[in-house]
């Protein structure tokens, strides 16, 4: 036995508790795709995957920061899905619930990726994200 096949064989197991926990449905779509086919621009909006996830507030503590005038309060989000079920989802891209099972207050709001998720021995693909498209 060493360090690199425990982790291995634990990983597996990891990612399906993970994955247990993912209550929502999430929709990525993406503006300014380009047919592949034809490489004609495809307009409006382009749905890349609508797979299983979760919402996380990464973040309880609500924290106000100054914009010029105006008091802008910032806290800090993810969504969470399974390892490799969103390959090629890029900062920009849009993240919608469509279903909770657990709270409907989260359908049909909208997360803007922010950033690429850790990668390697996770657990869950997790976005950092903002609200609002």
């Keep these: 036995m060493s360090l690199g096949s425990d982790t291995q064989t634990a990983l597996a197991y990891l990612r399906a508790e993970a994955e247990s926990r993912f209550t929502e449905t999430l929709r990525f779509t993406r503006v300014g795709t380009v047919d592949d086919a034809n490489g004609v621009p495809v307009p409006g909006e382009t749905t890349l995957y609508e797979v299983p996830g979760r919402v996380k507030f990464t973040s309880q503590v609500v924290s106000p920061r100054e914009s010029g005038a105006q008091l802008v309060v910032v806290q800090q989000r993810r969504v969470d899905v399974a390892v490799g079920s969103t390959p090629g989802v890029r900062p920009g891209d ?40």
């Design 94 to 133: 849009v993240v919608t619930v469509t279903a909770s099972t657990v709270d409907a207050g989260l359908v049909g709001r909208k997360f803007t990726v922010d950033g690429l998720p850790d990668s390697g021995q996770v657990t869950a693909a997790r976005y950092p994200v903002s609200e609002g498209s």
